[in-house]
């Protein structure tokens, strides 16, 4: 039976969590991760998926080509199918790429030592891009944790939480696209698209998976390193 890891709803925000894109940058983000890694779990994931007081931690990757005066110059997109296990999601467009966090990910009993929470997401999010896309041995590949991804309104998202990463590629849109391709062509289509082709998908957000449209929304899809999140996305509360 597959597990997925999880915390407490109620051990979080007062149980009260905000809605949308929450920024934590540096040393706060640093802490979070400790937070949230100290207090999971591992469950099987059929019950974790029918259980709104669990949240299951969600690694969720934007990737973005940046010029070398730090504007994004393209984004990577992907449309998902009904190859995935989540249907849910099926058909909806997403800039973002992970997924849940295994037992695989874990070498050690949640908590043994400090900075060991950061180097665990950070390995689940890295083992799930390898899974789903070709990334070419020479791109830098390295992911800043931007901060996190609720959202209650919809059945999929009562249950998860992203923890928001971006990898930021130091290269042209045409070089972007010639390293990075999508490996599990039967869940999901998708590359990198210049800014124009996304306005244009964006025309009709609906067709964009909810948490895509709350990190565009907050101006976090756009923008590079942690640094450079506006304060005012999501509601804030002390976890």
Not at 44 to 65: D, F, G, H, V
Not at 82 to 105: F, N
Not at 179 to 206: N, T, Y
Not at 221 to 233: K, N, R
Request: negative net charge; charged residues 25%.
């Amino acid at each position: 039976m597959a597990q997925v890891f999880v915390v407490e709803r109620a051990d979080f925000f007062g149980g009260v969590w905000a809605q949308g894109f929450v920024p934590m940058a540096g040393a706060q983000g640093d802490e979070f991760l400790e937070r949230a890694y100290a207090a999971g779990r591992f469950v099987e994931r059929e019950l974790a998926e029918r259980t709104p007081a669990w949240k299951q931690w969600i690694p969720y990757c934007l990737l973005r080509c940046v010029n070398p005066d730090g504007t994004v110059e393209g984004l990577f997109s992907v449309q998902r199918t009904k190859g995935q296990s989540e249907a849910r999601l099926h058909g909806l467009h997403s800039l973002g790429l992970g997924g849940h966090v295994e037992p695989q990910d874990d070498d050690q009993s949640p908590g043994v030592n400090s900075g060991h929470g950061r180097r665990f997401f950070a390995e689940s999010l890295a083992r799930e891009l390898t899974e789903e896309l070709h990334i070419a041995e020479d791109t830098a590949r390295t992911a800043s944790f931007l901060g996190l991804l609720n959202d209650d309104s919809t059945a999929v998202g009562s249950v998860h939480a992203g923890l928001v990463y971006a990898i930021d590629l130091p290269m042209s849109l045409d070089e972007a696209r010639n390293s990075v391709h999508v490996r599990e062509i039967s869940k999901m289509s998708g590359g990198f698209g210049s800014l124009v082709e996304f306005r244009i998908l964006w025309q009709d957000r609906s067709r964009f998976e909810t948490w895509s449209q709350l990190l565009v929304d907050a101006g976090a899809a756009l923008l590079t390193g942690p640094s450079s999140i506006p304060q005012g996305g999501g509601h804030r509360r002390d976890p």
